[in-house]
C-alpha cells in the first residue's frame, strides 16, 4: 500500500492524525491528511472548554466540522476527552462535589450522546495518574474520590452504547510506576465489570526514548482483555534516529494483535504542539520525512 491508512488497513488498523478545525481551509492540510489517513482525534475541540464553556450550554460546531469531513471519507473517529483536569471550563473547578457529580455526568450524556454512534472510541478520562502510579490530584479526584473514573465510563457507555471507552494517559511507554498504577486500575475494572474497552498510549516522544518494553507494555494491557492504541504519537527529532523511534513504535503496535490503530498528533511540523521539536512525518511543507517511510515500511 502506498499511504499510512491503506497500508494500516490491510492488518485492519487505522493510521489517524490528530486535526485543527483552524487548518481546514488550507488545501495542502486537508489533502495530506484525506489522502493518507484513515482515522482522527479532533486536537482540541472536542475538550471541555470548548464544548461546554459555561454550564449547560453547548458548542458542537467546531468538532463537528472535523467529524463530518472524516466520516464522509469513512474514517475512524476518535472522541478526545470527557474527562480532563486541564482545558476544563473555568466554571467547573468552582463547583462543589455534588454539583461537580452532576456537571461531569450531563457533561457526559450531552457530548457523548450528541455523536452517538459516530465514534470509534472516547477517551472518557485523560491524564488522571501520577508519575508514581497514585491517582492526579484534580478537582475531580479530590472531590469526587478514587470512584469518579468509574462513574465517567459508566455514564459514557450510557450515552453512546457503541463506542469503545478509553483510559487516555502520558509517560506509559514501557513498564514503570505509572503504566502499573493504570494497570491495576484496569484489571479492578475489568473483574468487577466496570465498562472499559481500551487504553491509550500518547506517546509524546523523543529520539532517545527507551522502548525496551513498549511492546510488554502493551501486551500486558491486552491480556487483561482491553485493546490498546497509540493515541498521541510525536518523536521530537530528525533523521535516522527519529524514524528509528517511530519504526520501534509501529512495529511493537503490529506486534500485539489487539492494537488497533495509531494516531500521529498532527500532520505537519509546522502545526505541531512541539513545532520546535520537528516531531511529526511531514515536514513543513507536506514532504515526506524519513520517519513517513519508515512507518510505511512497518505497517
Ligand atoms: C494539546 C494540543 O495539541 C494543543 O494544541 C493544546 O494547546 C494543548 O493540548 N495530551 C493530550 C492532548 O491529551 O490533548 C494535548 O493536546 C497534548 C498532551
Given at each position: 500500500a502506498s499511504t499510512l491508512g491503506a497500508a494500516a488497513a490491510q492488518s485492519g488498523r487505522y493510521f489517524g492524525a490528530a486535526i485543527s478545525r483552524g487548518h481546514l481551509g488550507e488545501a495542502q492540510y486537508v489533502n495530506t491528511w484525506t489522502a493518507e489517513f484513515n482515522g482522527v482525534t479532533p486536537e482540541n475541540e472536542m475538550k471541555w472548554d470548548t464544548v461546554e464553556p459555561n454550564r449547560n450550554q453547548f458548542n458542537f460546531g467546531p468538532a463537528d466540522a472535523i467529524v463530518s469531513q472524516a466520516r464522509s471519507r469513512g474514517m475512524a473517529v476518535r472522541g478526545h476527552?470527557?474527562?480532563?483536569?486541564?482545558?476544563?471550563?473555568?466554571?467547573?473547578?468552582?463547583?462543589d462535589a455534588s454539583n461537580l457529580r452532576s456537571a461531569m455526568q450531563n457533561h457526559i450524556s450531552q457530548v457523548a450522546g450528541h455523536w452517538k454512534g459516530q465514534i470509534y472510541a472516547w477517551d472518557v478520562v485523560n491524564e488522571a495518574f501520577e508519575e508514581n502510579g497514585t491517582r492526579r490530584q484534580s478537582v475531580f479526584q479530590q472531590k469526587l474520590g478514587d470512584g469518579y473514573i468509574e462513574e465517567a465510563f459508566r455514564a459514557a457507555r450510557t450515552a453512546d452504547p457503541n463506542a469503545k471507552l478509553c483510559y487516555n494517559d502520558y509517560n506509559t511507554d514501557g513498564i514503570n510506576s505509572k503504566s502499573t498504577g493504570i494497570y491495576n486500575m484496569v484489571r479492578d475494572f475489568k473483574s468487577r465489570g466496570v465498562p472499559i474497552d481500551c487504553v491509550g498510549f500518547?506517546?509524546?516522544?523523543?529520539?532517545?526514548?527507551?522502548?525496551?518494553?513498549y511492546q510488554a507494555n502493551l501486551q500486558r494491557f491486552a491480556d487483561l482483555g482491553v485493546d490498546v492504541q497509540i493515541t498521541e504519537l510525536d518523536v521530537g527529532g530528525s533523521g535516522s534516529g527519529q524514524a528509528n523511534v517511530y519504526r520501534t513504535v509501529t512495529q511493537a503496535c503490529m506486534a500485539?494483535?489487539?492494537?488497533?490503530g495509531i494516531t500521529v498528533w498532527g500532520v505537519t511540523d509546522k502545526y505541531s504542539w512541539r513545532a520546535s521539536d520537528t516531531p511529526l512525518l511531514f515536514d513543513g511543507n507536506y514532504g515526506k520525512k524519513q520517519a513517513y517511510s519508515a512507518v510505511l515500511d512497518a505497517l
Amino acid at each position: 500500500a502506498s499511504t499510512l491508512g491503506a497500508a494500516a488497513a490491510q492488518s485492519g488498523r487505522y493510521f489517524g492524525a490528530a486535526i485543527s478545525r483552524g487548518h481546514l481551509g488550507e488545501a495542502q492540510y486537508v489533502n495530506t491528511w484525506t489522502a493518507e489517513f484513515n482515522g482522527v482525534t479532533p486536537e482540541n475541540e472536542m475538550k471541555w472548554d470548548t464544548v461546554e464553556p459555561n454550564r449547560n450550554q453547548f458548542n458542537f460546531g467546531p468538532a463537528d466540522a472535523i467529524v463530518s469531513q472524516a466520516r464522509s471519507r469513512g474514517m475512524a473517529v476518535r472522541g478526545h476527552t470527557l474527562v480532563w483536569h486541564a482545558q476544563l471550563g473555568g466554571w467547573v473547578s468552582g463547583l462543589d462535589a455534588s454539583n461537580l457529580r452532576s456537571a461531569m455526568q450531563n457533561h457526559i450524556s450531552q457530548v457523548a450522546g450528541h455523536w452517538k454512534g459516530q465514534i470509534y472510541a472516547w477517551d472518557v478520562v485523560n491524564e488522571a495518574f501520577e508519575e508514581n502510579g497514585t491517582r492526579r490530584q484534580s478537582v475531580f479526584q479530590q472531590k469526587l474520590g478514587d470512584g469518579y473514573i468509574e462513574e465517567a465510563f459508566r455514564a459514557a457507555r450510557t450515552a453512546d452504547p457503541n463506542a469503545k471507552l478509553c483510559y487516555n494517559d502520558y509517560n506509559t511507554d514501557g513498564i514503570n510506576s505509572k503504566s502499573t498504577g493504570i494497570y491495576n486500575m484496569v484489571r479492578d475494572f475489568k473483574s468487577r465489570g466496570v465498562p472499559i474497552d481500551c487504553v491509550g498510549f500518547q506517546s509524546h516522544l523523543s529520539s532517545n526514548s527507551n522502548l525496551s518494553s513498549y511492546q510488554a507494555n502493551l501486551q500486558r494491557f491486552a491480556d487483561l482483555g482491553v485493546d490498546v492504541q497509540i493515541t498521541e504519537l510525536d518523536v521530537g527529532g530528525s533523521g535516522s534516529g527519529q524514524a528509528n523511534v517511530y519504526r520501534t513504535v509501529t512495529q511493537a503496535c503490529m506486534a500485539v494483535s489487539r492494537c488497533t490503530g495509531i494516531t500521529v498528533w498532527g500532520v505537519t511540523d509546522k502545526y505541531s504542539w512541539r513545532a520546535s521539536d520537528t516531531p511529526l512525518l511531514f515536514d513543513g511543507n507536506y514532504g515526506k520525512k524519513q520517519a513517513y517511510s519508515a512507518v510505511l515500511d512497518a505497517l
